[in-house]
């Protein structure tokens, strides 16, 4: 045949990304399978070396349609491949180059799943050829019956997974010759063979089937079937022992996809192994919208304290750093506010963090820092920070309660209820000192003070703003049409649902509001919600997407707050001393 009869251009309109558009969920029999074999030159996959191509395309047990073609690869094939495949120098001389054969192999593989034995080996020689010549791999889903087998068939069955033994097992039609069509159409009976062996396994549909082909643990293979029957909705599954015992709760979009990845090769931590042969059963929670199942799993994880999530240790830990009462008030850590507590600073995740705010503060103004009761009337020994000059030594008396108050106390105060213009100068000022002197150890200790004041102070004002509101409304657009709607009372999630499509979302918010929890006002920036849940509720809000209805009050922060420093907490967090120098006011 002339080599002009192989020429074929690029095909127009080719979608390079058809191929992978299969869906998962679509079932075995109707799934269009194109089985593919390469033979090669045996050397690495670099874009060349392909020596011929066979294809045949399948679906429910009726071949659709073949490609075959030898291809030249531009280099002398080595003789134990001719002696192998019989294929030799002289045959490949008229035939196509890979650059001219990927276009039609391209097309003939579009919306099919690709299927070959080994086939890491073939889908690894077909990337690099389109990557070397320009072609856009179309990342087609891929099946391999070499793996498929070994997951199928025991080893009293078949000896190894080689394509001769299973075509022989199967008892194929064709047997593979080291000839490409002959072994894909060997391989097309093996697929056959190894699909009527997986219903036993409860797989049906093709992603089910690449799934069960990859590397998955016994018990994950074992326990996929607590994944059957959930439903595909935004919500949160409880996977439970046999005692009905919560061991891990999470969160998804679709509970159904997220609970079956748990049970595929993609799910590889240990602690999540060992859940899943503790767990008899799935619980699923199906909530309004995302929001609602976030809000949800951190109450439930909250509650239940679930062994094998992470973050349930200790999910309600919180400290706050508070200003004392008495004439000479000192920062306290403490794990709980009480209703009279008017300065403090919080919620902290640790008692390390507010620690760390304190000696910030300890740093920028003069508190004590001893723990001693001290008394208007009664002298108490100074201790060696007044003797370092820093401390202004109440105990002995020699500062009054009202400059106290002014020099020490109040800046704390004024730093968490609105301004801390004073602490943020005072920090500033002393890492510039220290950064002069070439101290730029001392000066990133006290850099990440004064990081953890602005976070805590920025995290708080930002908390108390919400939480000052009785309650509030807003709005989203569904996915879907519609509308996500979520009341919010005290910056905890009171009420959600979804409003229809093409229907005004009023009626909606009317009924949300009439069964929606009763939440009462409470002390402190997160009187009635952890701080995590309004948090999440403050992201959602803030998204651009999001409307608010409507609120009982205004929504506002201090002008002059925490906020303002955002830039400066960044730089704090991230970058070196030296550039914070330039950030005093």
């Not at 192999?105 to 320009?134: M, S």
């Not at 909705?233 to 005692?243: L, M, T």
């Not at 409507?550 to 707050?561: D, I, L, Q, T």
């Amino acid at each position: 045949m002339a080599p002009g009869e192989y020429v074929q251009q690029t095909l127009a309109g080719l979608d390079p990304t058809a191929g992978g558009g299969v869906d998962p969920a679509l079932p075995l029999y109707a799934t269009t399978f194109v089985v593919v074999d390469l033979e090669t030159t045996g050397g690495a996959p670099d874009g060349g070396g392909i020596t011929e191509i066979g294809a045949v395309k399948v679906r429910g047990g009726e071949e659709l349609g073949v490609l075959a073609t030898l291809v030249n690869p531009g280099v002398p094939i080595p003789p134990f491949i001719t002696v192998l495949t019989g294929i030799t120098q002289a045959m490949l001389i008229p035939a196509p180059p890979i650059e001219q054969v990927l276009p039609s192999f391209l097309e003939f593989i579009a919306d099919a799943v690709l299927v070959a034995h080994n086939a890491p080996y073939d889908v690894g020689f077909l990337k690099a050829a389109c990557a070397k010549h320009g072609y856009r791999w179309p990342n087609p889903r891929v099946l391999d019956t070499a793996a498929l087998a070994r997951r199928v068939l025991t080893r009293d069955e078949v000896p190894n997974r080689k394509l001769g033994t299973l075509a022989a097992y199967f008892r194929t039609a064709t047997q593979p010759t080291h000839r490409a069509l002959d072994d894909a159409k060997a391989t097309v009976d093996v697929l056959h063979g190894l699909i009527g062996r997986l219903g036993g396994h409860r797989v049906d549909t093709v992603g089910e089937a690449i799934e069960f082909a990859r590397a998955v643990t016994p018990t994950q293979r074992r326990k996929r079937h607590l994944a059957e029957g959930l439903p595909k909705v935004p919500g949160v599954y409880i996977f439970r022992a046999a005692d009905d015992r919560p061991l891990y709760v999470g969160t998804s979009g679709d509970i159904a996809t997220r609970v079956r990845s748990y049970f595929t090769a993609a799910e590889k931590r240990a602690r999540i192994s060992e859940m899943l042969a503790a767990a008899e059963r799935v619980e699923a929670v199906e909530c309004a919208h995302p929001l609602e199942a976030e809000v949800r799993e951190l109450r439930l994880i909250a509650a239940h304290a679930p062994p094998y999530n992470r973050r349930s240790k200790f999910p309600e830990r919180m400290v706050w750093l508070k200003l004392t009462d008495g004439p000479y008030p000192r920062l306290s850590v403490v794990r709980s506010l009480a209703p009279g507590d008017t300065a403090y600073l919080g919620p902290f995740r640790s008692k390390q963090a507010a620690e760390l705010a304190a000696a910030g503060f300890h740093d920028a103004v003069p508190l004590r820092q001893c723990t001693h009761r001290l008394s208007l009337r009664t002298v108490t020994p100074a201790c060696a920070l007044a003797e370092l000059g820093r401390c202004p030594a109440p105990c002995e008396h020699r500062i009054t309660p009202e400059e106290y108050d002014h020099r020490a106390a109040a800046p704390f105060r004024t730093a968490t209820a609105s301004d801390p213009q004073v602490v943020v100068d005072a920090l500033l000022a002393r890492i510039e000192t220290l950064s002069a002197g070439q101290r730029y150890e001392e000066a990133a200790v006290v850099r990440s003070r004064l990081a953890a004041v602005l976070r805590a102070s920025v995290r708080m004002q930002r908390l108390a703003g919400l939480t000052r509101i009785a309650e509030l409304t807003a709005a989203r657009r569904a996915p879907g049409g519609g509308w996500e709607l979520a009341l919010v009372r005290h910056g905890r999630l009171a009420g959600a649902g979804v409003s229809p499509s093409g229907v005004h979302p009023r009626p909606t918010i009317t009924a949300i509001r009439a069964t929606a929890e009763t939440v009462e006002p409470g002390h402190g920036p997160v009187p009635r919600a952890s701080a995590e849940e309004t948090e999440r509720i403050l992201s959602w809000l803030e998204r651009p997407e999001t409307r608010l209805v409507e609120m009982s009050s205004e929504w506002s922060s201090p002008v002059s707050g925490a906020g303002r420093f955002r830039d400066l907490l960044a730089k704090a967090e991230n970058g070196g001393s030296h550039q914070l120098s330039t950030e005093r006011s």
